[in-house]
């Protein structure tokens, strides 16, 4: 019986450790109002957006719809992708990431 108390405290106290970890990977946020209609008019981000352009972030739906996708041209310069990789271009960066969840894997530099 004292085996069975043990482990039912010590689930007990476990279970507010597994239950911070849920939203932990949640880093999708939406852009301003102000930022969001300076994106539709074309105009560039600012650099403090920009930043937001790093490896292990969630690309934003925002940033996603303003992303276009590759030429096969600029495509060709890189390793070919596995399935459900997907390579954008946002102003002067490409971006890897993976289609499904959005997550940035690479982020390049254009050269000017």
């Not at 301003?32 to 209609?37: C, D, F, R, S, T």
């Not at 403090?48 to 041209?73: I, N």
Request: proline content about 6%; some cysteine; charged content about 30%.
């Amino acid at each position: 019986m004292k085996k069975y108390l043990i482990l039912l405290l010590c689930l007990v106290m476990l279970s507010p450790v597994y239950a911070k970890q849920k939203g932990k990977g949640q880093k999708h946020k939406k852009l301003p109002p102000g930022l969001a209609k300076k994106l539709e008019r074309g105009q560039s981000l600012p650099p403090g957006w920009q930043k937001k352009l790093a490896k292990g972030e969630v690309l934003s739906d925002e940033l996603y719809g303003h992303a276009e996708p590759l030429t096969e041209k600029e495509k060709s310069k890189f390793p070919k992708s596995s399935v459900g990789i997907e390579l954008l271009k946002i102003e002067n960066k490409i971006i890897r990431i993976m289609g499904a969840t959005r997550t940035i894997l690479d982020v390049f530099e254009i050269g000017k």
